[in-house]
């Protein structure tokens, strides 16, 4: 996926969803946010810290 021409509004929101599923992991024995989307994040995170867009940072400490 080119980063790099999504529109600023649909990176903060794809990192945002990524976000509450990571929170919503974190009281679960279940986790769907794997080493997959945690790539994926870090990719939207690149991109939205090269735009210097502000954002809530994923707590990743709660997901093992």
């Known amino acids: ?24 992991d974190a009281g679960s024995h279940y986790r769907f946010a794997g080493d997959g989307v945690r790539a994926y994040a870090d ?10 867009l502000r954002f809530t940072l994923i707590d990743w400490s709660t997901d093992r």
């Open 43 to 52: 990719k939207l995170r690149e991109e939205m810290d090269k735009r210097r």
């Open 1 to 24: 996926m080119n980063y790099s021409k999504m529109k600023e509004e649909r990176l903060l929101a794809f990192y945002e969803k990524v976000r509450q599923q990571v929170a919503l």
